[in-house]
């Protein structure tokens, strides 16, 4: 059994006790830091000064606070503190996936009962899951792809109008993770810099200079606001056919999850894939 000693909570895994320290509840995904309730994160957010609300392109990222340099380089010599039971861990477990046998029950409900359009309140009633509620969220959202076109006037009015709010909530996530990751020092065209460049193909990042990241080589890296998995429809199938394009045309690189990713989900020779929380924290230690 694994213990969480500021909640008193038992978890049969390890794995399950990780994936609640890195919820919302625990975690600050811009400092890397763990609180023992929601209401001392909260206090650490209103009283940092490194939380702001910014705005980019006209859109206003009140979930995703800037980082500067000043605090990025700070937040470099900080290492995170996991409580697992007694024990004080001074960097964050590796993330290597969660398995397809927690993901596909979940998955299979949330198809399921997409004609009714479930919360993850509702769908979490119908089954049990040690999975972080992000990534329940993205499952339903998924299950809900499958849904049939709804033709009327009304209904293609709203399915526009939430894929446009589904691409300024992934621009604003992919903006705060290319601008962390420029904050710590690494020198890269953005998508929109290699667009005025005339260069092709366009990951989110490219390398001036190919870099290391935990032990992989990597020329360019590309973000994904969402989990990633093998049954994702219409999602698993593009992904993969980009990563390979990706891959053969500029070299090695590395994928970045937000919400992490299903083991094995997909599989292209000389691609890494990370979760965004990880992946920073390798990235600050390495610069």
């Known amino acids: 059994?694994?213990?969480?000693?500021?909640?008193?909570?038992?978890?049969?895994?390890r794995y399950a006790l990780e994936q609640h320290l890195q919820s919302s509840k625990h975690l600050c995904e811009d400092c890397n830091r763990f609180f023992k309730s929601t209401r001392s994160k909260e206090q650490h957010i209103k009283t940092s000064s490194n939380h702001c609300i910014r705005t980019q392109r006209g859109i206003?990222?009140?979930?995703?606070?800037?980082?500067?340099?000043?605090?990025?380089?700070?937040?470099?010599?900080?290492?995170?503190?996991?409580?697992?039971?007694?024990?004080?861990?001074?960097v964050i477990s590796p993330y290597t996936g969660v398995p397809r046998t927690a993901v596909a029950p979940v998955f299979k409900m949330a198809c399921h009962l997409r004609f009714m359009k479930p919360d993850v309140e509702m769908l979490l009633r119908r089954i049990e899951t040690q999975l972080d509620h992000g990534v329940v969220s993205a499952l339903i959202e998924a299950a809900l792809r499958l849904?049939?076109?709804?033709?009327?006037?009304?209904?293609?009015?709203?399915?526009?109008?939430?894929?446009?709010?589904?691409?300024?909530?992934?621009?604003?996530?992919?903006?705060?993770?290319?601008?962390?990751?420029?904050?710590?020092g690494y020198?890269?065209?953005?998508?929109?810099?290699?667009?005025?460049?005339?260069?092709?193909?366009?990951?989110?990042?490219?390398?001036?200079?190919?870099?290391?990241?935990?032990?992989?080589?990597?020329?360019?890296?590309?973000?994904?606001?969402?989990?990633?998995?093998?049954?994702?429809?219409f999602i698993a199938s593009k992904d993969k056919k980009q990563f390979n394009k990706y891959a053969s045309e500029l070299g090695s690189g590395a994928v970045v999850y937000k919400l992490g990713f299903e083991i094995d989900h997909i599989a292209v020779p000389g691609i890494r894939f990370f979760r965004?929380?990880?992946?920073?924290?390798?990235?600050?230690?390495?610069?």
Request: glycine fraction near 4%.
């Open 60 to 90: 206003a990222d009140k979930a995703q606070p800037q980082v500067s340099w000043h605090d990025a380089k700070m937040k470099r010599n900080q290492a995170p503190i996991l409580m697992v039971g007694a024990t004080l861990y001074s």
């Open 276 to 287: 965004e929380a990880e992946v920073l924290h390798l990235m600050g230690q390495q610069t």
């Open 147 to 184: 849904l049939p076109h709804d033709n009327t006037a009304e209904g293609r009015l709203e399915a526009k109008e939430r894929m446009q709010q589904k691409k300024e909530r992934a621009l604003l996530h992919e903006l705060s993770f290319v601008d962390q990751a420029r904050d710590l």
């Open 187 to 233: 020198q890269f065209l953005t998508e929109d810099e290699q667009k005025k460049s005339q260069l092709r193909p366009t990951p989110d990042i490219r390398f001036i200079e190919p870099v290391w990241i935990h032990g992989h080589l990597c020329h360019w890296i590309e973000y994904k606001s969402y989990f990633g998995f093998k049954a994702n429809p």
């Open 1 to 13: 059994m694994a213990h969480c000693v500021p909640c008193d909570k038992q978890f049969t895994t």
